[in-house]
């Protein structure tokens, strides 16, 4: 399998990394994440791994084969105001477009709420990545489809460069919708994701302080799910990799 490597942009508790240490042979080598919680907290998970604060003065000097994040979703959730990109911290997802046209790396993953769709913000940020030479696919991942207690619906977009992938002849190219069904099932296999289930007494568990545990993992991707989007980069990364 394809060696690859990831810059994880608004990381939280690093769902991205998590899933990436499931399937092997993707390796994260940068993260942005502001939450100083949540970066005190994975930094003896991934002590190798070089954390940036804020997105705004990030100013990525490595290269990577991924960029991956689920950027703020307040401006597009059904609970919030629905302002989509023009809220402050959904208007970030501009910061993620920046970054990834600084790196332009084979791969982009994209999370999101599904209400990113019915904004429009889904649309504009296709639109973008279409200029930018990449093609994309979309699919709705729900987190009970990989056993989460909760429905918890995300939009998930895998981009792949202009040129990168192509189909062996004689071979078929097999679309994300084709694979899914059977992603979901290897997915399962990782477990039952628990992190908002976390414990009473949070000093004694190694998180001393409780509602600040509750935030990062009640806003965090459910690594499993962020499982499924890696899954369909490598794939694409065998076929990148075929002469």
Known sequence: MVKLKMIELF???????????WLGEIKTVEAVEINSYCNEKMEKYYPNVVTHGDIRTYSPQIQA????????????????????????????????????????????????????????????FCECLHRGGY????EIIKASEVGAPHQ??????????????KAPKGEVFKSWSEQIGSQIERAKSFGIWEGSQLPDNGVDHGIPNRLSGLSAYGNAIVPQCAA????????????????
């Open 152 to 165: 918890r619906e995300r939009v998930f977009v895998v981009a792949y460069a202009h040129g990168t992938v």
């Open 65 to 124: 084969d991924i960029i991956a994040g689920g950027s703020p979703c307040q401006g597009y959730s059904q609970n919030g105001k629905r302002k989509g990109s023009a809220d402050s911290r959904s208007g970030l997802i501009k910061e993620f477009l920046r970054v990834c046209d600084r790196v332009r790396p084979k791969f982009i993953i994209l999370e999101n709420v599904r209400g990113i769709h019915s904004s429009g913000g889904l649309q504009a």
């Open 135 to 138: 093609h994309f696919d979309v």
């Open 228 to 243: 499924i989007a890696l899954m369909r980069v490598q794939y694409l990364a065998e076929y990148a990799a075929k002469p």
């Open 11 to 21: 990381a939280g508790i690093r769902a991205f990394s998590l899933a990436a240490k």
